[in-house]
């Protein structure tokens, strides 16, 4: 059982980054995904989720209109496009899995699964 996360990286203030997640031994196209982040010091939050068919998402205030969660189950894939970074988005952002049948919920506790991270670091 693996969740895997890529794409974070170093980018400029107002640059884009696409973070991508893919599972193995688990029901991905049967599950809600979602996407955590956190930064030092401060607590996990919920930046996005999507629901096991796409028609359901939500975000955090802080980054509607800026992110965009979006999958693939043919490819078994989970993407977040981050769009006008800031300083503020920096951090460790983790890909989770969420074995609800119907929607999403952007809580933590909801998420059975989690990736081991990739770090997002954006320069000033």
């Known amino acids: 059982v693996q969740v895997v996360e890529s794409g974070g990286g170093l980018v400029q203030t107002g640059g884009s980054l696409r973070l991508s997640c893919t599972t193995s031994g688990l029901n991905f196209d049967g599950s809600a995904m979602g996407w955590f982040r956190q930064a030092p010091g401060k607590e996990r939050e919920g930046v996005s989720c999507?629901?096991?068919?796409?028609?359901?998402?939500q975000y955090a205030n802080s980054v509607k209109g800026r992110f965009t969660i979006s999958r693939d189950n043919a490819k078994n894939q989970l993407y977040l496009q981050m769009n006008s970074l800031n300083p503020e988005n920096t951090a460790a952002y983790y890909c989770?899995?969420?074995?609800?049948?119907?929607?999403?919920?952007?809580?933590?506790?909801?998420?059975?699964?989690w990736g081991q991270g990739t770090q997002v670091t954006v320069s000033s």
């Open positions: 989770a899995l969420d074995n609800a049948p119907y929607g999403c919920q952007l809580i933590a506790g909801a998420f059975e699964y």
């Open positions: 999507i629901s096991r068919s796409g028609g359901v998402t």
